[in-house]
């Protein structure tokens, strides 16, 4: 049976409820809930970090740079990190491909259901290990950072609110009351770290803490924990990445500059031809943006937020049968929408999204069968013929079948 929605995130926050954490914590402000030691043992343990590889794996020394304290970050080979982790260092590897690990984070994703960025932002799981008195210097992260205390202790100072609400770009090297960086018009000064709040994490402890939150950790000798780090999706960036698809398939938008030749080699001004081409391409992209076909939008979003760590089975799933029990392959629900069809852009079709920018597309007739479909958790293939009095047991059996192949359904245990 699937966990609700919100499972994965109130084990973590326990007692704690998942209204109350969106309605007064999520990008808002900080959060820390104590736990018992063993609270996070099923999910991630020492003799885990001890006996199953890491990847991206990296060492943290400590530097400065015109005077200001710096974290440097040098890959190192995945079979050296225990090596570096002896000799004092903080090392950090990638940890999301481990099954726990990976439940984890769909069932996060299950439960905040917002696009995470893809390859513009972060979207990992991370384990930082140090035996020594180390961490990393005053930042902060753009994305949202679900911290678990593994073993040993951690001390942490941190803001209680966003410096900046949802950056796009970290903090400059700056020192103490200097600006770091501007944004909406201001400049965002570089606290003292003394001025922060303090507080240390132990075995079962949990931070939350939204993009934007100024933070530095530092191991109280050792010190084991995670960091969940979901990436949020910046508006503007899916509207642009949908944009540059849909105007880099045409002419106009395709060309070059022309190379300057004349007097326009010398003068150092910008040429009035060169001007007059960035006029007329603000005057079509008005046009272009009256003309965007919202659904890419739509399908965008929803292919994004649909991101989870199923796959493909290994080989293609024999055809379903009547009695078999299926049920969704992670707790990330079902996403669909219509959007224009690939084939024949004046037709509609209906995506359903398998994570990893897959999808199955139906003729938009199934739309009343695909929303039945994401409404159910688990179910025997023969009620599916009640969902659509225009879908008979071969169209039934044929989506089915190709849901099982891209690990959108399994079949139930």
């Known amino acids: 049976?699937?966990?609700?929605?919100?499972?994965?995130?109130?084990?973590?926050?326990?007692?704690m409820r998942a209204d109350e954490f969106f309605h007064d914590y999520y990008g808002r402000k900080t959060l820390i809930i104590r736990g018992t030691p063993d609270k996070f043992a099923a999910i991630y343990d020492e003799e885990r970090w001890r006996t199953v590889p890491l990847t991206e794996t990296t060492a943290v020394y400590q530097?400065?740079?015109?005077?200001?304290?710096?974290?440097r970050v040098v890959?190192?080979?995945p079979a050296q990190l225990h090596q570096f982790f002896e000799a004092g260092l903080l090392t950090v590897g990638r940890l999301d491909s481990q099954p726990h690990i990976a439940a984890l984070m769909d069932g996060l994703r299950a439960s905040l259901q917002f696009p995470s960025g893809k390859v513009s932002n972060v979207d990992k799981a991370l384990c930082f290990a140090s035996r020594g008195n180390t961490g990393y210097k005053l930042h902060w992260d753009l994305?949202?950072?679900?911290?678990l205390q593994i073993a040993g202790a951690k001390h942490w100072r941190y803001g209680h609110e966003p410096a900046v609400d949802a950056p796009v770009d970290g903090a400059g090297l700056a020192g103490p009351g200097e600006?770091?960086?501007h944004y909406d018009g201001q400049a965002i000064l570089t606290p003292r770290l003394e001025d922060l709040p303090e507080d240390t994490l132990h075995p079962g402890d949990f931070l939350y803490m939204p993009p934007g939150v100024w933070h530095a950790p530092c191991s109280l000798g050792h010190s084991n924990h995670i960091s969940i780090a979901l990436g949020h999706r910046p508006i503007y960036k899916l509207i642009s990445d949908v944009l540059k698809l849909e105007i880099g398939r045409k002419r106009w938008w395709r060309q070059g500059f022309p190379a300057l030749r004349g007097a326009d080699r010398h003068s150092g001004a910008v040429p009035q031809?060169?001007?007059?081409?960035?006029?007329?391409?603000?005057a079509r992209l008005r046009d272009e943006l009256a003309e965007l076909d919202l659904r890419q939008l739509h399908k965008e979003w929803s292919l994004e937020v649909a991101e989870h760590h199923g796959g493909r089975p290994q080989t293609?799933?024999?055809p379903v049968t009547m009695h078999e029990r299926l049920t969704?392959?992670?707790?990330?629900p079902i996403r669909y929408c219509l959007a224009a069809s690939e084939d024949d852009p004046t037709e509609t079709e209906v995506y359903i999204f398998a994570g990893d920018e897959r999808y199955v597309r139906l003729p938009e007739g199934a739309q009343q069968f695909v929303a039945r479909l994401a409404a159910e958790q688990e179910f025997v293939a023969e009620s599916a013929l009640q969902w659509d009095p225009d879908f008979e047991w071969p169209e039934v059996q044929g989506a089915l079948t190709r849901l099982l192949a891209e690990g959108i359904l399994v079949r139930a245990a």
Do not use: K
């Not at 994305?143 to 911290?147: A, E, P, R």
């Not at 969704?328 to 990330?332: I, K, L, Q």
């Open 143 to 147: 994305h949202h950072n679900f911290i």
């Open 63 to 71: 530097t400065e740079y015109d005077g200001v304290p710096l974290s």
């Open 75 to 77: 890959p190192i080979p």
């Open 316 to 318: 293609p799933p024999a």
């Open 179 to 181: 600006p770091a960086i």
């Open 1 to 15: 049976m699937l966990q609700h929605l919100d499972e994965a995130l109130e084990r973590l926050i326990a007692p």
């Open 273 to 282: 031809h060169v001007m007059g081409l960035f006029a007329e391409a603000i």
């Open 328 to 332: 969704r392959a992670t707790p990330v």
